[in-house]
């Protein structure tokens, strides 16, 4: 399988459309969403319109700004910006993006090899930044490949045959060659809101014939994408850590 691998779009359309043009004369045999479409930006409705037109497969799972959006829970436990944006979200979704968060899949999900999730297979919210996180996880599901977002950082986790557990940062993009035998945490990095200091958008493709993981990093209009969020009324923070990529 050859997929195209994004997560955390958070309705920054401008950052989608930028990743979708530069991919535009590859061919992927599935394209692969490992949650949060939306909160945060303030573009919900193009972010869906395309994801939901994207042409071939598709697979798709939600996350928890998507879950909060569709209405199935309030936002306890978000901070007061994320939750501003998550309500204006849920307000402002036209019916068929409405219909389309209410029926994102929930992971995790296992395809062959492959197990998809958004926080980790464990918890769709559970945050993976550490070895230790990782280590729990690999103790717990024996699939060779988990993919996970979430954390909008794009890392590597791997275990091996002897259970000693490694990571590899991919800040600036970059190839990762998967060796058998050894499974992996894989995580693309955010589209919408890149969190590890470089504010472009991160996404990934992942061949499992060959065995690499292609990171890959765009910059975008990132001022178009913060007067959107300031025109809509949201907090201020939303615009600028798009800025600075935190």
Not at 43 to 70: E, S
Not at 134 to 154: K, M, N, R
Request: charged share 25%.
């Amino acid at each position: 399988m050859r997929a195209l691998l994004v997560s955390d779009l958070h309705s920054n359309i401008e950052a989608l459309k930028t990743v979708m043009s530069r991919v535009r004369r590859k061919k992927f045999g599935r394209v692969i969403c490992l949650g949060d479409f939306v909160g945060y930006g303030a573009q919900p409705n193009q972010v869906l319109d395309m994801m939901r037109t994207v042409r071939g497969p598709k697979l798709y799972i939600r996350g928890n700004h998507d879950r909060v959006a569709a209405g199935f829970e309030d936002g306890f436990g978000f901070n007061s910006a994320a939750k501003h944006a998550a309500i204006w979200t849920r307000e402002h979704l036209s019916p068929p993006n409405r219909r389309f968060l209410k029926d994102l899949a929930v992971g995790p999900i296992r395809i062959g090899d492959i197990v998809l999730c958004h926080g980790s297979p464990l918890d769709e919210d559970e945050y993976v930044f550490h070895e230790a996180h990782a280590a729990q996880i690999f103790a717990q599901h024996d699939a060779p490949v988990i993919l996970y977002g979430h954390t909008h950082l794009p890392v590597v986790f791997s275990c091996d045959e002897r259970g000693r557990i490694g990571d590899e940062i991919i800040r600036d993009g970059g190839s990762v060659r998967l060796r058998r035998g050894i499974r992996y945490l894989i995580n693309p990095g955010s589209v919408g809101q890149p969190r590890d200091r470089n504010p472009e958008a991160s996404f990934a493709i992942f061949d499992s014939e060959r065995m690499t993981v292609q990171f890959l990093r765009v910059p975008y209009d990132i001022e178009k994408s913060q007067a959107a969020i300031l025109r809509a009324g949201f907090p201020r923070v939303l615009a600028d850590r798009l800025a600075q990529g935190t």
